[in-house]
């Protein structure tokens, strides 16, 4: 009888408190006669039935083989199945899930293999042999029913794979676009084909996929990961967990993993606030001076470099042919502002002929003076730049921008300004 019906009769009896111990009794009996059928219902309605095996022999190939573990809940049950090998030895594939009463057969595809406790390898392909396959049910009322099947698993048994020489390095990294460790490259190796997964596990416990179900051939393997999701999305700083997961064709599933710390990362911003041209009309030979304003509105440090405010270009010139060649763009993100005109023809990387670092500070105040510094957030600089005019056109539309090598142009051409060249 379940706890709910005696829970019924309990209350059944408490009425007869109140009226005639007679009229209790009655009340009682009719109620009786009323559930008979129900109670005796729910004590005969089996935990386990129709408990079968798709077929009694597996023989794993590497193929994707299964075979199906059915069977029907007849009442409310935690159900655990697992196989017992000739020797006793015990897998467990399932421990106690619960399962609700259904008309359709619960159903559980076996491919060979079992999970185990150990930390490294998390899943095993089990050697050939005789087995029983046992489903063991636990009702809510403390009822239990067990069914055994025979199975055979045909094969040798294969060693799992290995992870050789796992390695991040580094293991702190600092995603902000400076250049300077902004990525950890993951290196290790496998000695026969298999399945890759690499997800990342944050501070919070929130796992990130990063690789799935890559096919991976027996060679030195190299992933690199930049401090975001798949989709771009920038983490937080803190430690973060990564995990390397490989699985060969017989189920063999083997894991190892590391940590990387994520510090001071952050999205690099700079806006172009203020520019102007001065004078807008000049002689063939005579200075253009540009007055430009930038602010670093971003929430990490940007890297500059370049010639100091002031340096004076002419049009004949590019950044990467003066001070023989000390300006040429760099790799590692370093930011520079710089002016263009329309009929420049050098496209591509010769886009922005002329440029300057943007810092408030004097070369020899840099962070490595006279070779780079930085702006800090919130920091503003002031940067004149100064072109001496050769090109022979009476009419050249200048305009302005930022530049991040190697990245791209931002907030480009901005602040065109028409000026007039005599001759």
């Known amino acids: 009888m379940t706890r709910w019906w005696r829970l019924v009769l309990a209350w059944l009896m408490g009425q007869s408190a109140v009226d005639s111990r007679q009229s209790a009794g009655r009340l009682v009996l009719a109620w009786l006669m009323v559930l008979a059928p129900t109670l005796s219902a729910c004590g005969s309605t089996a935990l386990l039935t129709d408990v079968v095996l798709s077929q009694p022999v597996l023989q794993p190939s590497g193929a994707g083989e299964t075979l199906a573990i059915r069977y029907v809940v007849g009442r409310e049950a935690l159900v655990?199945?697992?196989?017992?090998?000739?020797?006793?030895?015990?897998?467990p594939l399932r421990r106690d899930q619960r399962r609700m009463p259904s008309g359709e057969p619960y159903t559980l595809q076996f491919d060979g293999t079992a999970p185990t406790d150990d930390p490294v390898i998390r899943r095993r392909a089990?050697?050939?042999?005789?087995?029983?396959?046992?489903?063991?049910?636990?009702?809510?009322?403390?009822?239990?029913?067990?069914?055994?099947?025979?199975?055979e698993i045909v094969g040798d048994e294969r060693q799992p794979p290995s992870i050789d020489g796992l390695v991040a390095a580094p293991t702190t990294i600092s995603p902000n676009a400076d250049g300077i460790d902004d990525v950890s490259e993951i290196t290790f190796s496998v000695p026969v084909t298999t399945t890759v997964d690499l997800v990342v596990t944050g501070p919070d416990g929130t796992v990130y996929p990063f690789i799935s179900g890559e096919e991976l051939e027996p060679a030195n393997q190299r992933f690199v990961w930049n401090g975001r999701t798949v989709d771009g999305f920038l983490l937080g700083d803190g430690a973060y967990r990564y995990t390397v997961r490989v699985r060969d064709g017989l189920?063999?599933?083997?894991?190892?993993?590391?940590?990387?710390?994520?510090?001071?990362?952050?999205?690099?911003?700079?806006?172009?606030?203020?520019?102007?041209?001065?004078?807008?009309a000049l002689m063939l030979?005579?200075?253009?001076?540009?007055?430009?304003?930038?602010?670093?509105?971003?929430?990490?440090?940007?890297?500059?470099?370049?010639?100091?405010?002031?340096?004076?270009?002419?049009?004949?010139?590019?950044?990467?042919?003066?001070?023989?060649?000390?300006?040429?763009?760099?790799?590692?993100?370093?930011?520079?502002?710089?002016?263009?005109?329309?009929?420049?023809?050098?496209?591509?990387?010769?886009?922005?002929?002329?440029?300057?670092?943007?810092?408030?500070?004097?070369?020899?105040?840099?962070?490595?003076?006279?070779?780079?510094?930085?702006?800090l957030p919130g920091e503003e600089a002031l940067v004149v730049g100064r072109i001496r005019v050769r090109q022979p056109e009476t009419r050249m539309g200048f305009y302005v921008g930022l530049i991040q090598d190697g990245v791209g142009f931002f907030q480009d051409r901005t602040g065109r300004t028409i000026i007039h060249i005599g001759f």
């Open 126 to 151: 089990l050697p050939g042999g005789t087995y029983r396959v046992v489903l063991a049910a636990t009702g809510v009322d403390g009822s239990r029913e067990t069914v055994e099947l025979p199975l």
């Open 251 to 280: 189920g063999n599933v083997v894991e190892r993993g590391g940590e990387i710390t994520i510090a001071d990362g952050g999205q690099p911003s700079a806006t172009i606030t203020y520019s102007t041209m001065a004078p807008q």
């Open 80 to 91: 655990s199945v697992a196989l017992v090998a000739a020797d006793g030895t015990t897998y």
């Open 285 to 375: 030979g005579e200075v253009l001076t540009v007055t430009m304003r930038v602010v670093n509105d971003g929430d990490v440090p940007i890297r500059t470099y370049g010639p100091a405010s002031g340096y004076e270009y002419t049009t004949d010139d590019v950044y990467s042919s003066i001070e023989d060649g000390a300006f040429t763009a760099r790799s590692g993100g370093f930011w520079r502002i710089g002016v263009d005109w329309d009929a420049n023809s050098g496209g591509g990387a010769r886009r922005y002929p002329y440029r300057w670092a943007i810092t408030p500070r004097p070369p020899e105040a840099w962070r490595i003076p006279f070779v780079e510094d930085v702006l």
